[in-house]
């Protein structure tokens, strides 16, 4: 029997053999190349959604089973063992309770809250594009969604923004770099848990790991917004008073249990634990602040005689259904690869290049996770698609699970609202041409445009290819799996 055929790998109550394919070990690859080839002729066509990704890598798997050397039933069971493996099951876990906090917070009026207080600072060009930023920033971060934050801002920011004087093309990078903030640092956000959970880090140390990268970043991109931000013409004041009048001060309360489960997570208790208090929080809240509580959970029927499930709960749950399915299949690719032996070959070709340095190993990880990032244009598939990959090379070099999930998540955060053909930039695209819609003055501005001046993103792409080429930041894995520094490592 050969070495291949004899490898075998428990799981559970049964063990499988390591697989066969027709044509070697690389004909593994074929679902999740599928995959990949699938998603950038949706991106370039402009067709991409969520649910024809899913299609893409069920057609990818089912391709792949025509390959299989192996009985067909070790080929399942292999899928079946790829989706039960744990990393899949505390993501999707941890999206659910994030969907429905983030959606919690929306129903209280955070948005409004947080749009109101950048209205009332007054000011104008420059300074406003600033306080966009710093305002998209925070409300990213609270409630742990890029995509979320652009369509908000865009459409009540932004033009506040134009009539306030704000350069139209600076104004809409400034939102799009807030969303690149709170998808990189945010506890609850789906990029954060995706890169800690597949590296095998905990969220809050990942989180206060990434800080130092995400501020300096932040840092100059604020001084840019201020110093390229003006230069617009300023509008009527009577169109500013009717953007005033539909927000309110009121949902500024939602920040208290943001920073209650920002406190929590941080402090070391569980992501879940954190969530759970901090949705507890927003009920009450809500409840004092006379809002519906049919906006947290409504169950009825409607005129059909059929059973209906509302409100912000089920909302945040749903939201995440595609993304939780999509994760399974692409789990259920990449264990395919692993089961081959491919991966061994992929890590061992890199390696060979890295030849043990490990400026070289973290400059690999930074390719791979961008080169992906270019074609997969929803942020998270990219770097579930990158996640074993980047999983293999730093295991291999010792690299800790924080420092490897920082370069997973800061990479695909920045380009999921950099490129002008990745879904954040095309949502604040569609987003803006609402707002042009429903006022005249509104100008649309491109994605080609806007491409050059999404500054945070950019500074974290510069932030970490200097932390990869020089060392900065970088921490091994001890032997109870604490962060050594390289000059400890023995």
Do not use: C
């Amino acid at each position: 029997m050969s070495e291949q055929n004899s490898f075998t790998e428990a799981t559970g109550d049964r063990e499988v053999k390591r697989l066969d394919f027709r044509g070697g070990v690389f004909s593994a690859t074929i679902p999740l190349v599928f995959f990949i080839i699938w998603a950038i002729t949706l991106s370039l066509t402009n067709l991409v959604t969520e649910q024809a990704l899913i299609l893409g890598i069920v057609i990818g798997i089912g391709i792949g089973l025509f390959f299989a050397k192996s009985k067909w039933a070790d080929y399942a069971q292999a899928l079946i063992n790829g989706m039960a493996q744990p990393v899949g099951i505390v993501a999707i876990i941890a999206w659910f309770w994030a969907g429905m906090f983030a959606t919690l917070l929306s129903a209280g009026g955070l948005v409004d809250g947080l749009i109101w207080f950048g209205f009332q600072t007054g000011l104008e060009g420059g300074a406003y594009v600033a306080i966009t930023f710093l305002l998209a920033s925070l409300f990213s971060t609270a409630v742990g969604t890029g995509y979320g934050t652009v369509a908000t801002f865009g459409l009540l920011m932004y033009p506040a923004g134009i009539v306030l004087g704000a350069d139209p093309v600076i104004l809409l990078a400034a939102i799009l770099s807030g969303a690149v903030f709170g998808d990189n640092l945010a506890p609850v956000s789906d990029t954060t848990i995706v890169s800690a959970t597949t590296q095998d880090a905990d969220v809050p140390g990942v989180v206060r790991s990434r800080f130092k990268y995400s501020v300096a970043a932040a840092i100059p991109a604020v001084l840019l917004f201020f110093l390229t931000g003006g230069g617009g013409d300023m509008g009527d004041a009577a169109l500013i008073n009717q953007l005033e009048n539909e927000v309110t001060a009121s949902g500024l309360l939602m920040l208290v249990p943001f920073a209650l489960v920002l406190y929590l997570a941080l402090s070391g208790q569980h992501l879940i634990t954190s969530l759970t208090w901090g949705i507890l929080a927003v009920i009450v809240f809500i409840l004092f602040m006379d809002v519906p509580l049919t906006e947290v959970l409504h169950i009825y029927q409607n005129d059909a005689g059929d059973a209906v499930i509302e409100g912000a709960l089920i909302e945040g749950i749903s939201g995440y259904f595609n993304m939780a399915i999509l994760i399974l299949f692409i789990m259920a690719a990449a264990y395919l690869m692993e089961a081959a032996g491919t991966m061994d070959r992929i890590k061992d070709f890199f390696l060979g290049i890295i030849n043990n340095v490990a400026r070289r190993a973290e400059l690999t990880m930074f390719g791979i996770v961008a080169f992906l990032n270019m074609f997969i244009t929803i942020n998270t598939a990219a770097e579930i698609a990158a996640a074993p990959f980047v999983r293999k090379i730093g295991e291999e070099m010792n690299i800790h699970p924080y420092r490897r999930a920082n370069f997973l998540d800061t990479v695909t955060s920045a380009l999921g609202y950099i490129f002008p053909w990745s879904a954040g930039v095309l949502i604040a695209w569609t987003t803006i041409q609402s707002a042009a819609d429903r006022y005249d003055f509104v100008p649309v501005v491109s994605p080609v445009e806007v491409f050059p001046f999404v500054f945070q993103g950019w500074g974290l792409l510069i932030v970490m290819f200097v932390a990869a080429w020089t060392g900065w930041g970088l921490r091994y894995k001890g032997k109870h799996g604490e962060e050594v520094k390289p000059e400890h490592r023995k």
